[in-house]
């Protein structure tokens, strides 16, 4: 059974940290590109980072550079975000995203709330 499972989520202060992790199973998860997205309420989901299978590669939404981190680990079939100098704006459900590049194939986690505020 796959499963991609987040936690770490929470409320936070505005200029604080949070580190969110994804648990994964049930496939190769060294085979799979890695990505987080976030949905805010009324808006669209949108792309924060990914990291290849290989670790040669980490992108980023571009507003996020320097604050994000993305990471994993592949022993441990695991992937983190670490968010730094968090804005109220950061606040959204955080997904986590495992696709496999040759054929798309892709699987989603359930959500993590993570709310910015004082």
């Known amino acids: 059974q796959v499963q991609l499972v987040e936690s770490g989520g929470g409320l936070v202060q505005p200029g604080g940290s949070l580190r969110l992790s994804c648990a994964a199973s049930?496939?190769?998860?060294?085979?799979?590109?890695m990505r987080w997205y976030r949905q805010a309420p009324g808006k669209e989901r949108e792309l924060v980072a990914g990291?290849?299978?290989?670790?040669?590669?980490?992108y980023y939404a571009d507003s996020l550079k320097g604050r994000f981190t993305i990471s994993r680990d592949n022993g441990k079939n695991t992937a983190y975000l670490q968010m730094n100098s968090l804005k109220p704006e950061d606040t959204a459900v955080y997904y986590c995203?495992?696709?496999?590049?040759?054929?798309?194939?892709?699987?989603w986690g359930q959500g993590t709330q993570v709310t910015v505020s004082s």
């Open positions: 990291i290849t299978s290989g670790f040669s590669t980490n």
């Open positions: 995203n495992a696709r496999r590049l040759i054929d798309y194939q892709e699987y």
């Open positions: 049930g496939f190769t998860f060294s085979n799979y590109v």
